[in-house]
T-cell receptor, first 114, second 114 residues
Framework: AQSVTQLDSQVPVFEEAPVELRCNYS??????LFWYVQYPNQGLQLLLK??????LVKGINGFEAEFNKSQTSFHLRKPSVHISDTAEYFC????????????FGRGTSLIVHP | NAGVTQTPKFQVLKTGQSMTLQCAQD?????MYWYRQDPGMGLRLIYY???????DKGEVPNGYNVSRLNKREFSLRLESAAPSQTSVYFC?????????????FGEGSWLTVV
């Protein structure tokens, strides 16, 4: 079975600073990878996903993530964060050609300070 | 587009009471899900429905029942609420059983059991 580990439960950062939210996965077969964002008191929405092709994936709101198969990682980055990026971020994995039910990480709370 | 709509948004129950959380999606999706979200635990799947007429247990089904009323609607029932079921509940949907699909979430239902 697949699993996802988000290495940081909370990441505080100042506005306009770069940020990286870390995600590692484990699976014996090929995977699809996702990042979802949850703004306060809202449901989750998709930021970006990796299915195949280029390992650098660009998403909404200036976020990007890089799939690294050798390190089994899918870290999320943004070069300059804004106060409005304060939210909970979830990494998720499914098995390509297998179970479509995603396994979610426990989430990383990004807190952007002015 | 409304997307995924769930009701009620807030509910307080007494231990032993029953209630049903309603969910409807207007995207003509085949698959629907119920998750619960607890601090530090991420999202945990309660039940899912791959298509109209089918339901399956997820990671934490005990104490819950579901009904896939039709293609649009998927309800979650607590027969005898317990304080351990205090949580935020999310209904979600996806197009079908392809593991690369995006999952679309409702805005959540905050349930407190006293």
């Amino acid at each position: 079975a697949q699993s996802v580990t988000q290495l940081d439960s909370q990441v505080p950062v100042f506005e306009e600073a770069p940020v990286e939210l870390r995600c590692n996965y484990s699976s014996s077969v090929s995977v699809y990878l996702f990042w979802y964002v949850q703004y306060p008191n809202q449901g989750l929405q998709l930021l970006l996903k990796y299915l195949s092709g280029s390992t650098l994936v660009k998403g909404i709101n200036g976020f990007e993530a890089e799939f690294n198969k050798s390190q089994t990682s899918f870290h999320l980055r943004k070069p300059s964060v804004h106060i409005s990026d304060t939210a909970e971020y979830f990494c998720a994995v499914t098995l390509s050609g297998g179970s479509y039910i995603p396994t979610f990480g426990r989430g990383t709370s990004l807190i952007v300070h002015p | 587009n409304a997307g995924v709509t769930q009701t009620p948004k807030f509910q307080v129950l007494k231990t032993g009471q029953s209630m049903t959380l309603q969910c409807a999606q207007d995207m003509n999706h085949n698959s629907m899900y119920w998750y619960r979200q607890d601090p530090g635990m991420g999202l945990r799947l309660i039940y899912y429905s791959a298509s109209e007429g089918t339901t399956d247990k997820g990671e934490v089904p005990n104490g819950y029942n579901v009904s896939r009323l039709n293609k649009r609607e998927f309800s979650l029932r607590l027969e005898s609420a317990a304080p351990s079921q205090t949580s935020v509940y999310f209904c979600a949907s996806s197009e079908d059983g392809y593991s690369g699909n995006t999952i679309y979430f409702g805005e959540g239902s905050w349930l407190t059991v006293v």
